[in-house]
């Protein structure tokens, strides 16, 4: 299994700014993805990240809203752009596993836009 | 549109019983169901995965049925213990090997001493 980590695990942040979420794997993978969780919704895609190219968007997702970057097989960011309090949610970074189309995932970041 | 429901009251049990969470789904044909436990503050955590040709699957105190003709999945946990308190979330994936499988929204479950 892989081990994620991600920071910051929370932040405040005032509308119209911008946050970039880290996402650290303890081992090489070529797909690392990026969910949001509002509250009380299930987890939605945001993008596929691979490395090498362009991040690939889910529909209602665009880059300038998101931009991704994916400059090694260990690291991922999500920079949340020109925030509004509709960005609150927490943010999660996944990879696949070996077997069994599981996921793992990181522990979230927490995000509130006031 | 495609639909997964996952009863979004918490379901209260007492320790020791078998707690029966179940996830519908609706306008989906998935090649797997997966099940995940998700704690306050954490990301999901990968617990089962049952494949469309597949009836039941087992790991310890856990057991998850798939039934594709009434698209249902039913997770059992038996002799149920307070640390089993989570919120669990069924997860569908598509055919054709699709790594992404999409989430329900989970359901709570508590287990009282």
């Known amino acids: 299994s892989a081990v994620i980590s991600q920071k910051p695990s929370r932040d405040i942040c005032q509308r119209g700014t911008s946050l970039t979420i880290q996402c650290q794997v303890d081992s090489q993978v070529t797909m690392m993805f990026w969910y949001r969780q509002q509250p009380g919704q299930s987890l939605t895609l945001i993008a596929t990240?691979?490395?090498?190219?362009?991040?690939?968007?889910e529909s209602g997702f665009v880059i300038d809203k998101f931009p991704i970057s994916r400059p090694n097989l260990t690291f991922s960011t999500l920079t949340v752009s020109n925030m509004s309090p509709e960005d609150s949610s927490i943010y999660l970074c996944?990879?696949?596993?070996?077997?069994?189309?599981?996921?793992?995932f990181g522990p979230g970041t927490r995000l509130t836009v006031t | 549109s495609q639909k997964i429901e996952q009863n979004s009251e918490a379901l209260n049990i007492q320790e020791g019983k078998t707690a029966t969470l179940t996830c519908n789904y609706t306008n989906y044909s998935p090649a797997y169901l997966q099940w995940y436990r998700q704690d306050p503050g954490r990301g999901p955590v990968f617990l089962l995965l049952?494949?469309?040709?597949?009836k039941e699957k087992r790991k310890e105190r856990l057991k998850v049925t798939f039934d594709t003709t009434l698209k249902q999945s039913l997770f059992h946990i038996t002799a149920s213990q307070p640390a089993d308190s989570a919120t669990y979330l069924c997860?569908?994936?598509?055919?054709?090997?699709?790594?992404?499988?999409?989430f329900g929204r989970g359901t709570s479950l508590i287990v009282h001493p």
């Open positions: 049952i494949r469309e040709n597949e």
């Open positions: 990240a691979n490395q090498g190219s362009e991040a690939t968007y």
């Open positions: 997860a569908l994936g598509a055919s054709g090997g699709s790594y992404i499988p999409t």
């Open positions: 996944s990879v696949p596993g070996q077997r069994s189309y599981e996921q793992y």
